[in-house]
DNA sequence: CTGAAAGCGCTTACAG
DNA sequence: CTGAAAGCGCTTACAG
C-alpha cells in the first residue's frame, strides 16, 4: 500500500471552513479556541477538521501570529554525552510547553554558531538556547552579541548554559570553577601533592574555569602547578588519550591527574593502562560531568557530578521566565564531588620513569 | 551593553528594497538569485539587505514558495548513545545542505511518535526521518501509515533507520538479524553451547530481530535457546544492570550472556561484578551497536559495530534522493563482529549456584 | 457570536 | 531586466 509519490494539494483552513458551512474565521476561532464560538458551529468545525486530517500550516500560523511555536537549541556535537544529556532535559522540557525543537551542531566552529543564531532569527523562534560552553575570542563574542542583540529586539529570548564570555546572557551556570577548585581540596585531603591537568582548547570558557578552579585551590594550599603538567588535548576520549600519552612521555611526576572533562578522563584511563600505569595504584584519575558510563569505568571515576538533565530543563525555563530589563540573570548550578576508585592516596612509588608500554 | 527588551518591527524585504530603491520583486531576485538582475541594482540590494542585517522571515518564504528548508528527525532519546550517533551524522549531513534540522524525542511513546510526525507535517518539512526502532503494534502502524500517507501526499520524503514494521518506507537497515547471528557463530566458535540473551522490550522490531538472528544462528548449530535463559529488559544501562541480576537469581546456567544493546551490556557488566562473577572468566558477555565506550571498558566488550554516524548521513542522503514511485527502498547496512576479552572460551566452573555478591 | 476584509512577509507568473 | 499585483494559509481587529 505505497501511496502515490505525486504531491496533492494540502488540505487548508478554508476546506474545513467550507466542509462545516462556516467562515474561515469562525473555523480558526473553534479550532484555537481563542474566542467564543457556538457550541453546534464548532463541533461541525472539529468533525471537518479531524475527518480531513486538518493540520494548520505552521508557517502560515507563525506568519499571521508574528511568532512560532519553535525554541532553537545550540550545541557543540549532539553525540557528546555532555550535552546529549542537556539535550535530552531540553527535549523533556520542549515536550512540556508542546515547543518544536530546532537543533544546531556547530562542531565547535564559532563562525558556524553565530550563523545559526541567524537562521534561527529567521525562524522566528521564541527562544534560542545556547547549550555548551562559548568561546574566548574577541571576534566571535562582537559579532555573536550583535546577532543575538538583534534576536531579542525580534522578541526571542535568549538563555545559554555555561558562561558566555562578554555575552551578557541570561544563563545557567555550571559552577565549572568552584566544582574543579572542590576537587582539589578533595584530592588534597587524600594525600596528593603533585598534580597534572588535561585541559581542553584554551578558547572555551569552561576548560579555563576549571583549570582555574582547580589552581586556585592548589594555590591556596601553598602548592604550585607545575606548567609542564598541564597539557592541551581535545574534547574528546581520544584527545583525552593523546593527552595523557603526552604528559606521560614528558615524564608524569603528578601522583594525580585531573582531566577537565570526563570524556577526557576516558581516554587518559585507557592511556594509562596501555603504557602499564595502573589507576589508581601507580596514579590517581578525575575528571568532570559525571557522564553516564564513568561509574562503570574500572576502576570508577572520580568526578565533579553536573546534573546535565537538569540543566538542560533549567535553561528551557529561564529562557522562558519574562527578562528582566538591563540585567542577565544568572542560575548556579553546583558540582558534586563524587569520589571513586579511580582516585587514592598518593603512592610513592616513583613515576617519572614508568613509561613502559 | 544589555540591549533593552522592546520588541521592534523587524527588517523586511520590503526596507531592504527601499534602502535600495528598488521594487521587492527585485530585491527577492537579487537576494536569491533567482533571476538576472542588473549587476549595480544587484549590489545595491546585498548592501543594503547586509546594513539592516536583513534576514528573511523563513515562515513567510515557506509559505511563498510552499516548501521549506527543514527537515523532521524522530528519535527515541537523544542522549541514548546509539541515537547520538546517529543524530551525529543527520547533523553533519543538514549542516552540508543548510537544512534546518527539527528534532523531537519520543521517549518511546508511540503516540508521541506519531503527533511529531503531524507537527512536522505542519512545518512543511521536505523530509522526515524515522531514527531508531519501530513498534510492533498494529494500532500505531496504521496510525504512522495514514500520517506519513499524508506527509508525502504534501510531498515530504520520508526515511527510516531499522525497520519499521508494516510502514513500507524507504530504509536504511542495520542488519540486526544477520548481525546476530554472526554474533553467535563467533561465539560458538568460541566453544560456547549455554546462552543466555537479554532483550528490549518485544515491541521493538530491533530487539525481535536481534533475538531471532541469535537464536537461528544457535539453532542451526544444533542448540536451543532456552526460554528461561531470556530475560526482558529496559533499554537502559540500569535495565540491562537489573535483567542481569534477574538471570541471576534465575540461575545462570549459561556460559555465555548476550545483551541485545551495548547499553544493557554495561549495565550487565556490573551487575555481574557485583554479583561476584568474573568476565570472560565465569560468564562471557557480547553486546550489539559499538557504541563509543564499550572499549574502554574491563573488559573491553565484544559486539556487533555499526557505523552509527554513517548510518545517520545515509538515512539523510537517502530521503533526499528521489523516490521510486510504488516501491521503498532498502539500504542494508551490515553490522561487523568485533571481538573483544567480554567473551573468551567457556570455562567448566558450574555457575548455577554463583549468586553471592 | 459570526463574517468580510486586511495583513503577516515573501515569491513569482504576468506584462512591459 | 524590472515592477505591480496576486497569492501562499492563516489570524484578528472591525463591523454587525
Known sequence: MRDDVGEQPQITLNDVAQAAGVSPATASRALN???????????????????LAYTPNAHAQALARA?????????????????????????????EHDFQVIMGSTFRDPAREVSYVSMMRGQRVRAILLIGSGFEDRAWQEAMRE?????????????????????RIDSVLPENRAGAAALARALLDLGHRDFAVLTGPPT?????????????????????????????GVFSRDGGYRAAGELISRGLRA??????????????LAAFRDHGLAVPADVSL??????????DLTPPLTTVALPLEELGKRVMALALRPAIAGR????????????????????????AERTSP
Open 67 to 95: 511568532s512560532s511555536q519553535a525554541v532553537g537549541v545550540i550545541c557543540h556535537d549532539v553525540s557528546d554525552p555532555y550535552f546529549a544529556g542537556i539535550a535530552r532535559g531540553v527535549m523533556r522540557a520542549a515536550a
Open 255 to 268: 601522583t594525580c591527574v585531573f582531566a577537565s572533562t570526563d570524556i577526557m578522563a576516558v581516554g587518559a
Open 328 to 351: 542577565s540573570r544568572i542560575e548556579r548550578v553546583p558540582g558534586t564531588v563524587v569520589l571513586r576508585a579511580s582516585t587514592s592516596a598518593p603512592t610513592r612509588r616513583p613515576l
Open 33 to 51: 479556541g481563542t474566542a467564543r464560538v457556538r457550541a453546534d458551529l464548532r463541533e461541525r468545525v472539529l468533525a471537518a477538521a479531524g475527518q
Open 204 to 232: 572555551l570558557t569552561t576548560v579555563m574555569d576549571r583549570l582555574n578552579g582547580f589552581r586556585d585551590a592548589l594555590t591556596q594550599a601553598g602548592i604550585t602547578l607545575d606548567p609542564g603538567q598541564i597539557v592541551e
Open 147 to 167: 546577532e543575538l542583540a538583534r534576536c531579542s529586539a525580534a522578541g526571542a529570548r535568549i538563555a545559554a548554559v555555561s558562561r558566555h564570555q562578554g555575552l
Open 286 to 295: 578525575a575528571g568532570f560531568d559525571d557522564i553516564p558510563v564513568v561509574g
